[in-house]
């Protein structure tokens, strides 16, 4: 495939500059653009709240049930693979603007369906906007963050995705109190913060190093100017010139033999990160609750809102040690730990322990994820690819990632009664445990390194 990137021209003067901003202008637009992943959060896990209450208003049987928990999933793979090649052509800002506009038409769109039908098509058009938004906002933020604190920025995303469940989870629990009707109330609720998100995308600017990468350096200059100071954006703005001329001269095709590695590395991390089987937990956690503990569907709800808890504060610690311990301890700890609490579950689920139990050993798993697979994989994918071909690169892996969530979220209930809770977990707590040996044998340290530090890496 030709390369789409614009020749590199001389970096040009920056006229009437803006002084720089300072370190807060990086924290703002990382949170501006981390809007994305809070409301790619809450549009995920309010099916959790709202699927006992659909159910029971539609009458679903499990094979509609798990269509209607997964239509979300078909869309994100559409838009996950749409993105990548849009992104590279038209930008990350505006790309990720019509995904907010997306977003708050499908909340609304997903409020007032007659049919299951109709139900189905609005959550598939949330999909896009959450494919858009997942393989986007991670890329924009590593593109605009200094190497030294990239995986906290990153990482930020993480902790809006896990806030956006929490809040989804807490407003379940507040809305169920509506009765029958109250999904409609949960789906709604999404349309706030899409139409914030859709207004302070105004205040933050295009990827400096898509502008150069489309040869309007001026522009370029003057974002890293705001964001680093003239010296340190010069040099920057050279370096980013001088990797994208060695693309150019190589080709920006994702067949390079370069890019092999990357790739295998980005996509199978991807997988792993949903085939462990965190998201039966955040789609289906108030079913299991219901079904295999004897809770009321309130306390399930409320139940739900405490692990979404537990996920929060485990991001909360991500966000500060994997700038300092690195991406590759977080994940070796995350994989060894889940797959450890997944087989104490599949136990427990065996000897009949009591609900109490159950939930512990939930929340561990929980907990695990949080801290390392749930952002550091996606600070990996955000970092380990070209400048020219990081959209589509980083396409490829996100694409994997909703498919493989897609095929567990599909399938989890008819796995449950072929093989019963325990077996599903017991597989899970498998492929946790292939995750630890990959990801010691497989995964490279990019901790402190730039982006263009850990591209010429590869060659």
């Not at 100017?225 to 060695?246: F, K, W």
């Not at 402190?448 to 010429?456: K, N, S, V």
């Amino acid at each position: 495939m030709p390369s789409q990137t614009a020749p590199a021209r001389p970096l040009a003067p920056v006229a009437a500059a803006p002084p720089p901003a300072g370190p807060g202008y990086v924290y703002l637009i990382a949170a501006v653009a981390a809007l994305g992943g809070l409301l790619f959060g809450f549009d995920t896990a309010i099916i959790n709240g709202a699927l006992v209450f659909l159910k029971k208003d539609f009458g679903l049987s499990d094979g509609q049930t798990e269509l209607a928990a997964s239509s979300i999933l078909f869309g994100a793979v559409a838009g996950a693979a749409l993105a990548g090649w849009l992104t590279d052509r038209y930008g990350r800002r505006r790309l990720l603007f019509g995904a907010a506009a997306l977003f708050t038409a499908s909340a609304l769109a997903a409020a007032v369906p007659r049919t299951l039908a109709e139900f189905v098509a609005a959550r598939f058009a949330g999909g896009l906007a959450i494919g858009v938004a997942s393989l986007l906002v991670p890329l924009y933020i590593a593109e605009i963050a200094p190497a030294r604190i990239r995986g906290q920025l990153v990482t930020l995303n993480q902790l809006a995705i896990v806030t956006g469940i929490l809040l989804a989870y807490v407003a379940s629990y507040y809305l169920a109190g509506l009765g029958l009707g109250a999904w409609r109330w949960m789906f709604a609720a999404a349309a706030v913060p899409s139409l914030l998100f859709m207004l302070t995308l105004l205040l933050v600017p295009e990827s400096p190093r898509w502008l150069l990468g489309r040869g309007r350096a001026a522009e370029a200059l003057g974002t890293l100017t705001r964001l680093n100071g003239p010296a340190i954006a010069a040099a920057e703005a050279a370096d980013i010139q001088a990797s994208l001329a060695d693309e150019q001269a190589a080709g920006a095709s994702l067949g390079q033999p370069r890019l092999r590695r990357p790739l295998r590395i980005a996509v199978v991390l991807a997988v792993l990160q949903q085939v462990t089987g965190i998201n039966t937990i955040l789609y289906y956690g108030s079913l299991i609750l219901t079904e295999h503990s004897g809770q009321s569907a309130a306390s399930a709800i409320g139940a739900n809102a405490l692990i979404g808890g537990i996920n929060f504060a485990g991001t909360i610690v991500a966000l500060f040690v994997i700038d300092r311990v690195g991406r590759k301890p977080l994940l070796l700890v995350a994989s060894g730990g889940m797959a450890l609490a997944l087989g104490a579950l599949v136990l427990a689920l065996q000897l009949h322990a009591p609900g109490p139990w159950l939930l512990g050993l939930i929340m561990l798993y929980v907990a695990c994820f949080a801290v390392g697979l749930g952002p550091g994989v996606w600070v990996v994918i955000a970092e380990i690819f070209p400048n020219a071909v990081r959209g589509r690169a980083a396409a490829l892996a996100t694409v994997a990632l909703w498919a493989a969530c897609t095929a567990i979220s599909f399938t989890f209930l008819s796995l449950v009664k072929t093989a019963g809770l325990a077996g599903a977990f017991g597989l899970y707590a498998l492929l946790s445990a292939f995750t630890f040996g990959f990801v010691w044998r497989a995964v490279p340290e990019t901790k402190g390194r730039t982006l263009e530090e850990i591209e010429r890496g590869w060659q």
